[in-house]
């Protein structure tokens, strides 16, 4: 959180000038990126009229498709005046995707709280102290068994300990919870888990998700929910 006043634009007569509901974009940007020989203009791509009276720059910002053996899982990102979509997305992911970079195009010309890299990427630069964090959390989490109250919940669905229960759970819950702890590979599942948990809590992500979530809201609906 950086203390900063928003106002919030609608999306929720923002489109996609390109591509159609349920076919990858591919079919349809890679030739015209291939035709200008540079990647296009985000007001080529997208129909906002609101945000580019907010903000007449981001109309000049590029937009550039690539394929999804490349981008794996990720579906688009931002860097400099840059939004890169992954060409596998249909029209209307495109467009949520799109949406949630463009907030991060804000948040740099703002000066707001930013997003990050995503997953293992967190673990580098300025950001490894905040995935160390999570993953000093996890180990904390991992170390720590659930209750018996808590195993009797979840593995037997009741709310009372029996005899019986509590035999399992020390039998059989607990040295199999141990022995996770050894096996091989763990500590690496947890760093991967820890960036992501990492990247997902940064300010500037979660405020680029909202604007994903509140993206077919109503006026009506956006102030009714702050």
């Known amino acids: 959180k950086d203390g900063k006043w928003r106002y919030e634009i609608s ?3 923002a489109s996609m000038k390109i591509g159609r509901k349920g076919t990858p974009l591919k079919s349809f940007a890679r030739d015209l990126v291939r035709e200008l020989d540079r ?8 129909d906002h009229p609101a945000l580019f009276s907010a903000y007449p720059a981001l ?4 937009v550039t498709f690539v394929p999804a053996e490349v981008m794996g899982p990720t579906n688009g990102s931002f860097s400099g005046e840059l939004f890169t979509l992954n060409d596998a997305l249909a029209a209307r992911e495109a467009l949520s995707t799109l ?3 463009i907030q991060h195009g804000i948040q740099n010309i703002e000066g707001f ?19 160390m964090a999570e993953y000093q959390k996890l180990i904390a989490e991992i170390n720590r068994p659930m209750s018996l109250e808590e195993y009797a919940r979840q593995a037997w669905g009741v709310d009372s300990v029996t005899d019986e229960i509590r035999q399992d759970y020390a039998q059989n819950f607990v040295p199999s ?19 992501w948990r ?6 500037g992500e979660v405020e680029a998700r909202n604007t994903q979530a509140r993206q ?7 102030r009714a929910t702050p």
């Open 11 to 13: 999306d929720k007569d």
């Open 113 to 131: 709280a930013s997003g990050g890299p995503s997953g293992e990427m967190m673990w580098l630069g300025d950001m490894r102290p905040i995935a």
């Open 216 to 222: 077919g809201m109503t006026d009506a609906q956006r």
């Open 59 to 62: 109309q000049d910002y590029g």
């Open 99 to 101: 949406l949630h970079e």
């Open 198 to 203: 990492a990247y997902r809590r940064l300010a």
């Open 39 to 46: 990647p296009l203009r985000l007001s080529d791509v997208l």
């Open 177 to 195: 919870h141990m022995a996770a702890l050894e096996r091989k590979g763990l500590d690496g599942d947890l760093q991967r888990t820890a960036g």
